[in-house]
């Protein structure tokens, strides 16, 4: 018999959109989680409410890489229509798990199965006839626990958890996972060689998801006024916003709201109101996807050029156009870094994993305030909308920076130490950041006219040829102060190194992995994650430092390549472009075996 | 302080040019102008703080218009019909404040048709006022939506599409305060502005406001000859002629009155009748219905629900103003987040 494999494999559960397996497959995923096991899960799903095939995959893995694997371990087929395809993804020595009143078809007698008598299992449980459907989703849940051995107390946890303690809903699912293990027990032959075993991995972690991580660090960035409109895959980001600001954020002895929420009409308002929000005094963002984005040009502009802070997280899909709606992509960095007409620039945060999206949603908010200008947040759906194992949120360890504001007072102050002379658009400090204040300011001299238009350093209209450059330079100077405080970028250094590996965002898991692979075929590299645009001196100097630069990125022009050959030209037959776009998250496999085929 | 000054002062010492803004770049004799003076006046009248005020516009000649009133005020002229959803974020920063938005007949009914009519239905306290003369202005001279059938435009040609009623658009979408009124008619219009002012929720006033430049139509042998007896060459767009303002005398309620224009244009006007009630939705819609069909502009207010809740008060908020709160109004306690890292656990 083959060798036992521990902690290390990957299941798919290949179901029907819309039957209810996603509790199932969230159980099992935190059970393993909670038997301190590095788990991921990830959700590979139709544009569709319901009929249509949809697969989720978890990968164990006990040296932590989540990373999506090409090959399946173990497959459990819940629907007959993907019964005679997904074979083709079985690894050998996989094992495929099945409703029983399937056919298979002949050729898959080769390959390890179990059949679960679903029906009758569903029987003997007297399960009422309109939770069939969904309950059936339990079967397999009880008889994987019996088969890996995994913690049936683990399981029990997972599922009070996921009800909130509702016994009524609690009840038949758990009567349904005892029945199916008991009789996998008693019935199934154990003829598969994958086992789980309790480690202590994930204790100082959490499982969670970008999108609820972005939302709940935001809050604690004191953000104040939300306003959006749904769109897969960045609508969770609001939704978890309006489940948290609530409890978290109203006046104690009144209970009313310090917050403000508000569904727009579409992206065009949603951005419209953040940046009346904004210019106003309070923290303001935004989240979306790339045509959302697409919508939002328009004022972002406006933004730049009026210097309002505002957040905006562009949770990628593939695009363009309507493109994969629920397929993951990191193709909107280019588009974001050049996002609307006229000269501009924005700083733009990649987090790279769920932790970093609660950090960066906090610090987001302190950067637009201390550049008074837009910032872009690019996550994905692979990193939005999946589970991640990642560690527990930090407190945010600086104190809420609201950058240059004055109130009457402070205007006041600034007025009698200048003889008077003070504009919005005046660049006291050098720092090109002016000071600014807000409506409700009582101050006779506070008000300003506001405008997309030609302005002077006290905001009145000009269309002065000289005017209008020196603002537009004065602009420019803020992106120094942003490579101050903007994340810096990450690196993994190796001494025996001969070449550079870059990536950015949800790309890390994959390249992390892809560099192991590399080291066990000998080649060793150094590998550096790009946290923020604009590129500052560590990312000049590791391109300087290394022969070979390979920039790794799940789209298909290889636009952070394209970004980093356009600022650094002179490294430009350095860098090699390591891109793919197909909706699924980039592979480890597929990352090394490009390198190592151009390594030779 | 003198007398004489303490005349001139409202209650609350101010005098009429404190409300004041930069001098007007529109056109000499556009009604826009008017419009602002009126406003002036209004805001002068009530008694208004000009630091409780923020003004908003999108694009087009209207949108220009607050910069020439109310300079002690915050404004922010924004993007081409995304004033709305501007002045919607901004007005939560403190909600003790009035807004007052200026828009275009293009800016309102053609690029921004869907934010005014979502404005409204959300009944944010706002004077939304357009000032509607049918035409593009700054790109010299193109139809908007709400141009009539039949306008003939120098070279546009004819319009061949029926208009959009602003009035009619903001009932269908539930507004609370729907009136319009005349640039030509400052006693109206001011009395318009000051109940739009001290409604509770989204005021809509479309005041026709005729563009003294570019709405005059090429047939038109008055035009044709006015521009011959100066020697004006219509086509020559650079040029401006200075024109007088456009004023009709007060006349009487329940009226019918016919205004001509500078180049020779009629406007209809029907007055409301006195007895008219601006509370009854029906009798709103009817009247607008009658107007359209008889292709007269009824004036007035045409609509008003006095009891309405405006949006601020539907979000429960704290009573000092959001943009003031202090930061630890804003960060949750490092406990919270705890309690949330176990709940992942």
């Given at each position: 018999?083959?060798?036992?494999?521990?902690?290390?494999?990957?299941?798919?559960?290949?179901?029907?959109?819309?039957?209810?397996?996603?509790?199932?497959?969230?159980?099992?995923l935190?059970?393993?989680?909670?038997?301190?096991?590095?788990?991921?899960?990830?959700?590979?799903?139709?544009?569709?409410?319901?009929?249509l095939?949809?697969?989720?995959?978890?990968?164990?893995?006990?040296?932590?890489?989540?990373?999506?694997?090409?090959?399946?371990?173990?497959?459990?087929?819940?629907?007959?229509?993907?019964?005679?395809?997904?074979?083709d993804?079985?690894?050998?020595?996989?094992?495929?798990?099945?409703?029983?009143q399937?056919?298979?078809?002949?050729?898959?007698?080769?390959?390890?199965?179990?059949?679960?008598?679903?029906?009758?299992i569903?029987?003997?449980?007297?399960?009422?006839?309109?939770?069939?459907?969904?309950?059936?989703?339990?079967?397999?849940?009880?008889v994987?626990?019996?088969?890996?051995?995994?913690?049936?107390?683990?399981?029990?946890?997972?599922?009070?958890?996921?009800?909130?303690g509702?016994?009524?809903?609690?009840?038949?699912?758990?009567?349904?996972?005892?029945?199916?293990?008991?009789?996998?027990?008693?019935?199934?032959?154990?003829?598969?060689?994958?086992?789980?075993?309790?480690?202590?991995?994930?204790?100082?972690?959490?499982?969670?998801?970008?999108?609820?991580?972005?939302?709940?660090?935001?809050?604690?960035?004191?953000?104040?006024?939300?306003?959006?409109?749904?769109?897969?895959?960045?609508?969770?980001?609001?939704?978890?916003?309006?489940?948290?600001?609530?409890?978290?954020?109203?006046?104690?002895?009144?209970?009313?709201?310090?917050?403000?929420?508000?569904?727009?009409?579409?992206?065009?308002?949603?951005?419209?109101?953040?940046?009346?929000?904004?210019?106003?005094?309070?923290?303001?963002?935004?989240?979306?996807?790339?045509?959302?984005?697409?919508?939002?040009?328009?004022?972002?502009?406006?933004?730049?050029?009026?210097?309002?802070?505002?957040?905006?997280?562009?949770?990628?899909?593939?695009?363009?156009?309507?493109?994969?709606?629920?397929?993951?992509?990191?193709?909107?960095?280019?588009?974001?870094?050049?996002?609307?007409?006229?000269?501009?620039?924005?700083?733009?945060?990649?987090?790279?994993?769920?932790y970093?999206?609660?950090?960066?949603?906090?610090?987001?908010?302190?950067?637009?305030?201390?550049?008074?200008?837009?910032?872009?947040?690019?996550?994905?759906?692979?990193?939005?909308?999946?589970?991640?194992?990642?560690?527990?949120?930090?407190?945010?360890?600086?104190?809420?920076?609201?950058?240059?504001?004055?109130?009457?007072?402070?205007?006041?102050?600034?007025?009698?130490?200048?003889?008077?002379?003070?504009?919005?658009?005046?660049?006291?400090?050098?720092?090109g950041?002016?000071?600014r204040?807000?409506?409700?300011?009582?101050?006779?001299?506070?008000?300003?006219?506001?405008?997309?238009?030609?302005?002077?350093?006290?905001?009145?209209?000009?269309?002065?040829?000289?005017?209008?450059?020196?603002?537009?330079?004065?602009?420019?100077?803020?992106?120094?102060?942003?490579?101050?405080?903007?994340?810096?970028?990450?690196?993994?250094?190796?001494?025996?190194?001969?070449?550079?590996?870059?990536?950015?965002?949800?790309?890390?898991?994959?390249?992390?992995?892809?560099?192991?692979?590399?080291?066990?075929?000998?080649?060793?590299?150094?590998?550096?994650?790009?946290?923020?645009?604009?590129?500052?001196?560590?990312?000049?100097?590791?391109?300087?430092?290394?022969?070979?630069?390979?920039?790794v990125?799940?789209?298909?022009?290889?636009?952070?390549?394209?970004?980093?050959?356009m600022?650094?030209?002179?490294?430009?037959?350095?860098?090699?472009?390591?891109?793919?776009?197909?909706?699924?998250?980039?592979?480890?496999?597929?990352?090394?075996?490009?390198?190592l085929?151009?390594?030779g | 302080?003198?007398s004489?000054?303490?005349?001139?002062?409202?209650?609350?010492?101010?005098?009429?040019?404190?409300?004041?803004?930069?001098?007007t770049?529109?056109?000499?004799?556009?009604?826009?102008?008017?419009?602002?003076?009126?406003?002036?006046?209004?805001?002068?009248?009530?008694?208004?703080?000009?630091?409780?005020?923020?003004?908003?516009?999108?694009?087009?000649?209207?949108?220009?218009?607050?910069?020439?009133?109310?300079?002690?005020?915050?404004?922010?002229?924004?993007?081409?019909?995304?004033?709305?959803?501007?002045?919607?974020?901004?007005?939560?920063?403190?909600?003790s404040?009035?807004?007052?938005?200026?828009?275009?007949?293009?800016?309102?009914?053609?690029?921004?048709?869907?934010?005014?009519?979502?404005?409204?239905?959300?009944?944010?306290?706002?004077?939304?006022?357009?000032?509607?003369?049918?035409?593009?202005?700054?790109?010299?001279?193109?139809?908007?939506?709400?141009?009539?059938?039949?306008?003939?435009?120098?070279?546009?040609?004819?319009?061949?599409?029926?208009?959009?009623?602003?009035?009619?658009?903001?009932?269908?979408?539930?507004?609370?305060?729907?009136?319009?009124?005349?640039?030509?008619?400052?006693?109206?219009?001011?009395e318009?502005?000051?109940?739009?002012?001290?409604?509770?929720?989204?005021?809509?006033?479309?005041?026709?406001?005729?563009?003294?430049?570019?709405n005059?139509?090429?047939?038109?042998?008055?035009?044709?000859?006015?521009?011959?007896?100066?020697?004006?060459?219509?086509?020559?767009?650079?040029?401006?002629?200075?024109?007088?303002?456009?004023?009709?005398?007060?006349?009487?309620?329940?009226?019918?009155?016919?205004?001509?224009?500078?180049?020779?244009?009629?406007?209809?006007?029907?007055?409301?009748?006195?007895?008219?009630?601006?509370t009854?939705?029906?009798?709103?819609?009817?009247?607008?219905?009658?107007?359209?069909?008889?292709?007269?502009?009824?004036?007035?207010?045409?609509?008003?629900?006095?009891?309405?809740?405006?949006l601020?008060?539907?979000?429960?908020?704290?009573?000092?103003?959001?943009?003031?709160?202090?930061?630890?109004?804003?960060?949750?306690?490092?406990?919270?987040?705890?309690?949330?890292?176990?709940?992942?656990?």
């Amino acid at each position: 018999m083959t060798e036992k494999i521990v902690n290390d494999f990957n299941i798919t559960f290949s179901t029907i959109n819309g039957s209810g397996s996603s509790t199932a497959n969230s159980i099992i995923l935190k059970a393993l989680f909670k038997m301190g096991i590095p788990v991921s899960g990830k959700n590979v799903f139709p544009s569709n409410i319901q009929g249509l095939p949809t697969w989720y995959s978890i990968r164990v893995n006990k040296d932590g890489f989540l990373g999506r694997v090409e090959r399946d371990d173990i497959i459990v087929e819940m629907n007959p229509e993907t019964v005679t395809t997904d074979e083709d993804h079985l690894n050998d020595n996989g094992v495929l798990i099945y409703n029983d009143q399937f056919i298979l078809p002949k050729f898959y007698k080769r390959i390890l199965s179990y059949a679960l008598p679903v029906e009758k299992i569903l029987n003997e449980c007297h399960s009422p006839i309109t939770l069939r459907t969904y309950l059936a989703n339990m079967v397999y849940v009880g008889v994987l626990v019996n088969i890996l051995k995994i913690d049936l107390s683990k399981v029990n946890e997972a599922l009070d958890e996921h009800f909130n303690g509702h016994n009524s809903a609690i009840e038949p699912n758990l009567q349904v996972i005892q029945a199916s293990f008991d009789w996998s027990k008693s019935h199934l032959k154990k003829i598969d060689h994958f086992f789980i075993k309790p480690i202590i991995k994930t204790q100082e972690n959490i499982l969670t998801d970008g999108n609820t991580a972005a939302a709940l660090g935001s809050i604690y960035g004191g953000l104040q006024f939300i306003s959006w409109y749904p769109i897969t895959p960045a609508t969770s980001l609001p939704e978890s916003l309006n489940e948290y600001l609530p409890i978290l954020r109203k006046e104690k002895f009144s209970g009313k709201n310090t917050f403000v929420s508000i569904q727009a009409e579409d992206e065009l308002a949603a951005v419209g109101m953040v940046v009346g929000a904004a210019w106003a005094g309070l923290r303001a963002m935004t989240a979306t996807s790339g045509p959302g984005l697409c919508l939002m040009s328009e004022y972002l502009g406006l933004a730049y050029l009026s210097e309002v802070p505002l957040v905006v997280w562009d949770v990628q899909r593939v695009g363009p156009s309507t493109g994969l709606p629920t397929h993951t992509s990191q193709g909107d960095l280019t588009f974001s870094y050049f996002i609307s007409h006229g000269d501009k620039e924005y700083p733009i945060l990649l987090p790279g994993s769920v932790y970093e999206c609660f950090e960066f949603a906090w610090r987001a908010l302190d950067i637009a305030d201390e550049l008074q200008t837009p910032v872009i947040v690019l996550s994905d759906l692979d990193l939005g909308m999946n589970q991640w194992i990642t560690p527990k949120f930090k407190y945010p360890d600086t104190p809420i920076n609201r950058g240059k504001i004055l109130w009457e007072k402070e205007l006041q102050e600034m007025l009698e130490r200048r003889n008077g002379d003070w504009g919005r658009y005046l660049d006291i400090d050098g720092d090109g950041i002016p000071y600014r204040t807000v409506p409700g300011n009582n101050h006779l001299q506070a008000p300003y006219f506001a405008r997309g238009t030609g302005h002077d350093e006290y905001g009145r209209y000009s269309e002065n040829p000289d005017v209008w450059e020196r603002v537009h330079l004065r602009l420019q100077k803020k992106m120094g102060k942003a490579l101050q405080i903007i994340p810096n970028p990450i690196e993994d250094e190796n001494e025996k190194a001969t070449i550079g590996v870059i990536s950015f965002g949800s790309s890390d898991l994959p390249v992390t992995e892809a560099c192991q692979i590399l080291r066990q075929n000998s080649i060793q590299s150094n590998y550096l994650r790009i946290r923020a645009i604009p590129f500052n001196k560590k990312i000049q100097d590791f391109l300087e430092e290394h022969e070979k630069i390979y920039v790794v990125e799940a789209n298909r022009d290889g636009q952070m390549a394209q970004l980093l050959k356009m600022n650094f030209p002179n490294h430009n037959n350095k860098i090699l472009s390591i891109a793919h776009s197909d909706g699924l998250s980039l592979s480890a496999k597929w990352i090394s075996d490009k390198i190592l085929l151009n390594e030779g | 302080m003198a007398s004489s000054i303490a005349e001139n002062n409202n209650e609350i010492g101010l005098t009429r040019a404190d409300y004041f803004g930069e001098p007007t770049t529109l056109c000499k004799g556009c009604g826009h102008n008017s419009i602002s003076n009126m406003i002036i006046t209004a805001c002068y009248e009530m008694n208004m703080a000009p630091e409780k005020i923020v003004k908003f516009s999108g694009i087009g000649c209207s949108s220009k218009s607050p910069a020439y009133f109310l300079s002690h005020s915050f404004g922010f002229n924004g993007l081409h019909g995304r004033m709305p959803s501007l002045a919607s974020g901004a007005l939560f920063g403190d909600t003790s404040l009035k807004g007052i938005g200026i828009s275009g007949d293009g800016d309102t009914a053609n690029i921004g048709l869907g934010q005014f009519k979502h404005l409204v239905r959300r009944n944010l306290p706002l004077v939304y006022i357009v000032e509607n003369n049918g035409v593009y202005g700054l790109t010299k001279g193109q139809f908007s939506a709400t141009a009539e059938k039949g306008l003939s435009l120098k070279r546009q040609g004819v319009n061949i599409y029926l208009p959009v009623d602003i009035a009619f658009e903001a009932l269908a979408s539930n507004a609370t305060f729907v009136a319009r009124s005349f640039a030509g008619d400052p006693k109206q219009l001011k009395e318009i502005l000051k109940a739009a002012l001290s409604h509770n929720g989204t005021a809509i006033i479309d005041i026709i406001s005729p563009c003294v430049t570019f709405n005059n139509q090429e047939n038109s042998v008055h035009s044709y000859s006015w521009g011959k007896g100066h020697e004006d060459p219509l086509h020559e767009i650079e040029f401006v002629p200075p024109r007088d303002e456009i004023t009709i005398e007060d006349f009487d309620k329940g009226t019918i009155r016919e205004v001509a224009l500078h180049d020779g244009s009629i406007i209809v006007f029907k007055k409301l009748a006195k007895e008219y009630d601006p509370t009854n939705r029906n009798e709103a819609i009817r009247n607008l219905e009658e107007a359209v069909r008889n292709n007269w502009l009824i004036t007035g207010l045409i609509y008003v629900n006095p009891d309405s809740k405006n949006l601020i008060e539907q979000c429960n908020l704290v009573d000092q103003p959001l943009n003031r709160l202090p930061p630890d109004y804003l960060r949750p306690p490092e406990s919270t987040l705890e309690e949330i890292n176990k709940k992942f656990m």
